[in-house]
């Protein structure tokens, strides 16, 4: 299977449908990197493997992120036996593609490695600092962290306190809370985004930007764990601890009105190359297991949302906070739920 951009030829033969999908990933198709496994059948049926024939034009919506996005879809790709194209598919910080034109220097925060900083220069960043960086250059300004041997060679240390950080972006779930929370809190509180200097009104530091707010998530664990939402909020307290203020920052992903919207164009823009469906879509089924994200952002955007039991939903009925149009046991369900509903 590949990342390209061809679904099936049968697509543009097959009667058009007045209505589209949007899956959620974490919890809904993959649990810990594993398929869930109605996900394949789910998406199948989407295909053109239903009663009618119909194919129904589909596009992911995680929150998740760290990797660049072709990479992403061949892997998603190659798990679900689906062909996965980069123009159906939205990664938290893709929507941070869009803040090349106002930054030039960068503090990306979160992933494996160097990864983040490969995908923020993608992007087109063209300064793109990691923690690491600021480690290597003064390993004591983070107490307790030493990076590794492997760690080092990808790190590009030079004289911070020189350098204007513009924008601090969280692009992905960090691999080191207590060092990436004691250098964002720095910036945040210098002059300019300048190591080392502290500003007066603590007000002068640069903007902090989050890929996505999700407080716990599904993993291979029984329970949800905590996500970036939780190092948020920690983030929050400390800066509020440490300068009696309170501390804005921007969120995007789900279930922001941004996010939706950037969802949309691209749904009807993959209908339109794929489908040979040049108009917007009547109706979106959001298939979420986030009542907090997924299923809120629906209600409050007007997608039809369906809830599912296998990720970081595990209540009753319905979610008390945000319930859903519809709660089913898991994708494959839930599909069969839309596809019912549109006859
Ligand atoms: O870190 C990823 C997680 O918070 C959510 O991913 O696919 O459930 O939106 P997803
Ligand atoms: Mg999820």
Redesign the pocket.
């Known amino acids: 299977f590949s990342s390209g951009s061809s679904v099936s030829d049968v697509s543009t033969e097959s009667p058009k449908v007045e209505f589209a999908v949007a899956f959620?990933?974490?919890?809904?198709l993959?649990k810990g990197g594993e398929v869930i496994p109605e996900a394949k059948e789910a998406l199948r049926m989407l295909n053109g493997e239903n009663e009618d024939g119909i194919v129904v034009p589909y596009i992911f919506?995680?929150?998740?992120?760290g990797k660049l996005e072709q990479d992403r879809c061949k892997e998603l790709s190659d798990k679900l036996e689906v062909p996965v194209s980069t123009s159906q598919f939205i990664q938290?910080h893709t929507p941070m593609r869009n803040l090349v034109e106002l930054y030039n220097t960068v503090l990306v925060v979160g992933g494996v490695g160097d990864t983040c900083r490969k995908v923020a220069e993608t992007y087109g960043f063209k300064d793109v600092i990691t923690p690491g960086d600021i480690i290597a250059w003064k390993p004591d300004c983070v107490p307790f962290r030493t990076l590794t041997e492997e760690e080092l060679k990808s790190c590009h240390p030079r004289d911070f306190t020189k350098v204007d950080i513009q924008a601090i972006l969280v692009f992905?779930?960090s691999r080191d809370w207590a060092g990436d929370q004691q250098i964002i809190i720095e910036l945040l509180t210098s002059v300019n985004g300048r190591m080392g200097t502290v500003s007066k009104t603590s007000q002068e530091g640069p903007p902090l930007y989050y890929s996505?707010g999700?407080v716990?998530?599904?993993t291979s664990y029984s329970l949800p764990r905590f996500?970036?939402?939780a190092l948020r909020k920690c983030i929050e307290t400390l800066y509020t601890e440490s300068t009696g203020k309170d501390l804005g920052s921007t969120l995007m992903?789900?279930p922001h009105s941004t996010t939706y919207k950037y969802a949309t164009q691209v749904l009807t823009e993959w209908r339109r190359e794929i489908h040979n469906i040049n108009k917007d879509p009547t109706r979106v089924y959001m298939i979420?297991?986030?009542p907090f994200?997924?299923i809120r952002g629906a209600n409050q955007f007007g997608w039809i949302s369906i809830l599912v039991r296998t990720?970081?939903f595990q209540g009753g009925e319905n979610a008390e906070d945000y319930p859903a149009r519809s709660v089913q046991n898991n994708v494959l369900d839930a599909v069969k739920w839309a596809l019912a509903n549109e006859k």
């Open positions: 959620d990933i974490d919890g809904v993959l919506l995680t929150n998740g992120g938290g992905a779930d996505h999700d716990v998530w599904a996500g970036m939402g992903g789900k979420g297991d986030s994200s997924d990720g970081v």
